[in-house]
């Protein structure tokens, strides 16, 4: 768990992610999430999914949006590396990203392993890594 600098509170890092892309990280189909920005962060990865959702990549993976929780936190794994992704990398990890098409942009895949459910709890999202206090005395996430 990373520690806050100047602070003896414990902090949580979590990352909010469109449905049904949480779940196919949760459920192990998905171990590298893709994103337009690096991380130097490494460790636990609590996983947000979102209140909105990619309605095209739901049908692809034939998910319901009435059955899939959002808005919440679902679980958490392991981020152990963060690359740029190049041509032959983008095909070669396919099976492990799920994203279709060629890559066109400057893109990070963030390896992840490990992955573990835990009960939903509901919470805001935010863009980035989201830095959540995890209070004394209290049920941590």
Avoid at 88 to 113: C, D, P, Q, S, Y
Wanted: proline share 4%; glycine share 8%; net charge positive.
């Amino acid at each position: 768990m990373e520690k806050a600098k100047g602070s003896t509170d414990s902090m949580i890092v979590a990352l909010s992610i469109r449905q049904p892309w949480t779940e196919l990280i949760l459920s192990g189909h998905k171990t590298i999430e893709v994103r337009s920005w690096p991380t130097k962060y490494r460790g636990e990865l609590w996983l947000h999914a979102g209140k909105k959702t990619d309605i095209n990549a739901l049908a692809r993976f034939n998910f319901s949006g009435k059955n899939i929780s959002i808005g919440a936190i679902l679980g958490k794994c392991e981020l152990i590396d963060c690359v740029e992704f190049n041509d032959l990398t983008w095909e070669h990890w396919r099976t492990e990203h799920l994203n279709e098409g060629i890559l066109t942009n400057k893109r990070f895949a963030w390896l992840l392993r490990n992955p573990v459910r835990v009960t939903p709890q509901p919470m805001k999202g935010k863009l980035g890594l989201m830095r959540i206090q995890d209070h004394a005395g209290q049920e941590r996430l």
